[in-house]
Nanobody, 114 residues
Framework: VQLVESGGGLVQPGGSLSLSCATSGFSFSRYAMSWYRQAPGKERELVAVISSVGGSPNYADSVKGRFTISRDNGKNTVYLQMNGLKVEDTAVYYC????????WGQGTQVTVSS
């Protein structure tokens, strides 16, 4: 099983980033997919989740209206479009797959700073 995040980096406040999580080794289309993040000294928190068929996305209140989660079951990939980034969005972002088992990616750093 592999979950490989990409797309992180350094961006100025108000900017945008697009994260991707390419997966393999499990039945991607059967799993709910999520993005979590963990800032230094803080607990890991759920950012967004999308069902196995791509419906009913849910978001943390702190990112509603700014972030969009999506998935492509043909490419076994989940995405997180992040717009209007704020300094407080700085964190390591992790991809998560959940059904009977739970799988995690290694994370990608997002830094929002002027």
């Amino acid at each position: 099983v592999q979950l490989v995040e990409s797309g992180g980096g350094l961006v100025q406040p108000g900017g945008s980033l697009s994260l991707s999580c390419a997966t393999s080794g499990f039945s991607f289309s059967r799993y709910a997919m999520s993005w979590y993040r963990q800032a230094p000294g803080k607990e890991r928190e759920l950012v967004a989740v999308i069902s196995s068929v791509g419906g009913s996305p849910n978001y943390a209140d702190s990112v509603k209206g700014r972030f969009t989660i999506s998935r492509d079951n043909g490419k076994n990939t989940v995405y997180l479009q992040m717009n209007g980034l704020k300094v407080e969005d700085t964190a390591v972002y992790y991809c998560n797959a959940r059904r009977l088992q739970t799988y995690w990616g290694q994370g990608t750093q997002v830094t929002v700073s002027s």
